[in-house]
């Protein structure tokens, strides 16, 4: 059986119940019923409000997104020959980045001051059915521009983004690339703290990385290390392929699309976008190389291609 990857947030159309990502690829039984919150399906409350059935996400399998209801999860297969070692030749002689566990409290406590968290409302299925979702974004203008996963906007009507300090303000799609699973939201605030951008491009096998989000929609600011496992990966979902990705350990959850991969400078490297849904430790982030034409598009006020 080929992996499985899940999506994480966005809108679609199916009203399909969630899976919980602890979960494998096999049906559920029928007996017991589910347990937990925000995982099996029913309406979870998160900031005082139940949130509507999520639905799947078009195009992507991410690991993050609409935990605070359900979403149908997609399924994605690594291409066989298309995953590639480290370009650096591997992780053969690559020593493992050397922290301590007070710079990387140091460094989370920098990068969390220009991460935002995502909720979206919308509308699908022939009935029109309540849907919504949360993800993650990151803070990379300090006019309010904000990069997070196509998925995690995919299909709203609303958007609304809770800022570091707490506001929740009005959202809007900016531009978005399904090719990369990357979108722009613009918020009308000024004075925010951007995010640095690192290079992706100098990432090693067995560097350290911490991924940083919103996991379940209920855990703000939540940082899990890990280290780089892979680079240059490619996986499919739903008959499209994400290649070049970067491939982690560092635990992450439906909640955590559209957050910052960051090194242990507090450089952003990367956007988290997919998981495996059955196993452990298997994730994915998009290089933030990838990003850099469409976030600097929109700090100089162009359209994005």
Do not use: C
Not at 16 to 25: A, G, I, L, M, Q
Not at 55 to 78: D, E, K, M, N, R
Not at 203 to 217: R, S, Y
Not at 282 to 297: H, R
């Amino acid at each position: 059986m080929p992996p499985r990857f899940y999506p994480a947030a966005g809108g679609a159309d199916s009203p399909e119940p969630v899976r919980p990502v602890w979960v494998t690829s096999e049906p559920e039984p029928a007996a017991p019923p589910p347990q937990g919150p925000a995982a099996f399906g029913g309406p979870v409350r998160r900031g005082g409000r139940l949130r509507g059935l999520l639905s799947p996400l078009v195009a992507v399998a991410v690991i993050s997104g609409l935990v605070a209801s359900g979403t149908t999860y997609a399924v994605a297969t690594v291409a066989n020959g298309q995953s590639t070692a480290a370009t650096s030749g591997g992780a053969t002689g690559i020593a493992l980045t050397s922290v301590t566990s007070g710079s990387l409290a140091s460094v989370v406590a920098k990068t969390t001051a220009s991460v935002v968290t995502i909720t979206t409302s919308g509308t699908a299925g022939s009935f029109g059915q309540q849907t919504g979702g949360v993800g993650t974004g990151i803070i990379v203008g300090s006019n309010g521009v904000i990069l997070t996963n196509d998925h995690v906007v995919s299909g709203a009507t609303s958007i609304q983004v809770t800022l570091p300090n707490g506001q929740t303000v009005a959202g809007t799609v900016y531009g978005v690339s399904s090719t990369t699973d990357l979108a722009i939201v613009k918020v009308n605030e000024t004075g925010l703290t951007a995010a640095t951008l690192g290079e992706s491009s100098t990432l090693q096998v067995g560097q350290t990385v911490v991924a940083i989000g919103d996991p379940l929609g209920e855990f703000t600011d939540s940082a899990t290390a890990g280290i780089v496992s892979g680079l240059d990966r490619t996986i499919t979902v739903e008959n499209e392929t994400l290649t070049g990705l970067i491939q982690t350990d560092a635990s992450v959850n439906p909640g955590n699309s559209g957050g910052p991969l960051i090194d242990t400078s507090g450089n952003v490297v990367g956007v988290v976008t997919a998981s495996s849904s059955n196993a452990q430790g298997i994730s994915f982030v998009i290089p933030i190389g990838a990003a850099s034409s469409m976030v600097a598009a929109a700090l100089a006020g162009q359209p994005i291609a």
